[in-house]
């Protein structure tokens, strides 16, 4: 799955980017399942492998004007970004290694029915919040979409 | 592996997610390096979920609710993508430069 995340940032041809991308969606939901979380593993195949991944292929190959001559992938500024993405790495990365993280390390199952009560209980609202959220994206992805011939016709 | 292990991954996913949207130069790689990042924090909490006792599942529905928002983002964001770049021809960033002095 690393290889996968890094094959993403490094490849120059960037359809080679978006179909590592799509093997680092469906390695990541094996670990959701090697975690026992069934029903996130579910989300992530049907969402991001699904759907998602769909998506930016479509817009990628809407928006590329042919691969005759791609383009410098990295910034000149990209000796910096590694320098500081490393240390962010190292600093989260030593702080989840050197913390005592308790007894008790084995993985415990998520239940779908305990997700199912918890969400439609105790996080109900986030739920509803979340909704509204969806909606208000896709009326201004389309919004942002339309061409602007269509409006120029529509008035 | 334990719940370092898994952590470990997820700090790698993030990092190598934050250095592809400052180093890469093209706006929907930009978005996807947001996605990784995104799944770096989102498989931290499902492990935490996993391993921590007493948090009454807050971690997977939480999980949850990023996936909605990660989706909800990459939506708005490659329609946005796609508008610049009907505007402006190219989808390399740092030819958007036309609010530089």
């Known amino acids: 799955m690393v290889g996968g995340g890094l094959a993403v940032v490094t490849l120059r041809n960037i359809i080679h980017s978006a179909i590592a991308?799509?093997?680092?969606?469906?390695?990541?939901?094996?670990?959701?399942?090697?975690?026992?979380?069934?029903?996130?593993?579910?989300?992530?195949?049907?969402?991001?492998?699904g759907a998602i991944s769909?998506?930016?292929?479509?817009?990628?190959?809407?928006?590329?004007?042919?691969?005759?001559?791609?383009?410098?992938?990295?910034?000149?500024q990209v000796w910096l970004a590694a320098v500081v993405a490393l240390?962010?790495?190292?600093?989260?990365?030593?702080?989840?290694?050197t913390t005592n993280w308790g007894d008790n390390l084995s993985a415990a199952a998520i239940g779908i029915q305990?997700?199912?009560?918890?969400?439609?209980?105790?996080?109900?609202?986030?739920?509803?919040?979340?909704?509204?959220l969806l909606l208000a994206a896709i009326i201004g992805a389309i919004f942002l979409a339309r061409r602007p011939e269509e409006d120029e016709r529509a008035n | 592996m334990g719940l370092a292990g898994y952590l470990v991954v997820s700090t790698l996913l993030f990092g190598i997610g934050a250095f592809g949207f400052l180093a890469r130069r093209n706006a929907i790689l930009m978005l996807i390096c947001?996605?990784?990042m995104l799944y770096g924090v989102n498989l931290s909490l499902v492990a935490?979920?996993?391993?921590?006792?007493?948090?009454?599942?807050?971690g997977g529905v939480f999980a949850l609710m990023i996936m909605a928002v990660a989706a909800a983002e990459a939506t708005v964001g490659?329609?946005?993508?796609?508008?610049?770049?009907?505007?402006?021809?190219?989808?390399?960033?740092?030819?958007?430069?036309?609010?530089?002095?």
């Open chain 1, 54 to 76: 769909v998506l930016i292929l479509f817009a990628i190959m809407l928006t590329q004007a042919g691969d005759a001559n791609i383009p410098a992938p990295f910034h000149r």
């Open chain 1, 114 to 132: 305990q997700i199912a009560t918890a969400l439609f209980t105790t996080y109900a609202l986030p739920f509803e919040i979340l909704s509204l």
């Open chain 2, 48 to 58: 935490f979920n996993a391993y921590l006792p007493g948090g009454a599942n807050a």
């Open chain 2, 34 to 36: 947001i996605e990784l």
């Open chain 1, 21 to 49: 991308m799509m093997v680092c969606f469906g390695s990541l939901a094996g670990m959701y399942l090697l975690l026992g979380a069934a029903i996130i593993a579910a989300a992530q195949v049907l969402i991001y492998l």
């Open chain 1, 87 to 97: 240390a962010v790495m190292g600093l989260i990365g030593w702080a989840a290694v």
């Open chain 2, 78 to 101: 490659l329609a946005l993508v796609i508008a610049i770049i009907r505007t402006r021809q190219t989808p390399e960033v740092d030819e958007y430069s036309d609010l530089k002095e």
